[in-house]
């Protein structure tokens, strides 16, 4: 069960699936655009917290790897996959086994196949998945609308990426507070 407070930080998995090259074009305007804002601010957040991230590209071959914009903030080299879940593939579900997290915290596109798979799939292998919705798209709004729907009709835990990223923090006493509110406030309007 879910803590209250929301995902610790020591019990969280951040996967980002599928931001590539061209795919990321494809999806609606308004997705990438909050996307190029929450999906930099989690990583940067995750490291800064030592939160483990793991990261996924759908057939790179075809569709690119992934884009510069999310790229230059991760870590890991990507995990390469031919199914739409990521637990098809056998070095992402290795990744989350070794990692002793009990949420999976999930941004990616597209909400309604790969990351819909991924979520369900996650559930059923005893996980506790966290959609970070702001972080999520499709091509199409109502794709996007649907799936998020569904997910939350079925247990799923939607939230924005500021929400979580003070979750993590848990306190303005966190030793990390600063860096976190700098890294919340960039690229803010007035």
């Not at 980002?16 to 999806?27: C, G, H, K, T």
């Not at 057939?59 to 990507?78: E, N, Q, R, V």
């Not at 506790?128 to 794709?143: C, F, H």
């Amino acid at each position: 069960m879910l803590s209250e407070k929301g995902a610790r930080v020591e019990e969280s998995l951040l996967v980002l699936i599928d931001f590539q090259e061209r795919l990321f074009p494809s999806v609606d305007e308004r997705y990438r655009k909050r996307i190029l804002d929450s999906v930099p601010k989690l990583a940067k957040a995750a490291k800064i917290l030592g939160i483990p991230v793991i990261h996924t590209e759908q057939y790179p071959k075809g569709l690119g790897k992934t884009i510069p914009d999310i790229a230059k903030h991760l870590d890991t080299k990507p995990i390469e996959k031919s199914s739409f879940s990521c637990f098809g593939s056998e070095k992402f579900r290795d990744a989350v086994v070794e990692s002793t997290a009990r949420y999976l915290i999930i941004a990616g596109i597209e909400t309604h196949i790969c990351v819909n798979q991924t979520v369900f799939d996650s559930m059923d292998m005893g996980y506790t998945p966290i959609l970070v919705e702001d972080a999520t798209g499709s091509r199409r709004t109502s794709d996007h609308e649907i799936a998020v729907r569904k997910m939350e009709n079925n247990g799923v835990l939607v939230e924005s990426s500021e929400m979580l990223i003070y979750e993590w923090l848990e306190s303005a006493g966190n030793r990390n507070f600063k860096r976190i509110l700098e890294l919340v406030k960039e690229n803010e309007k007035d």
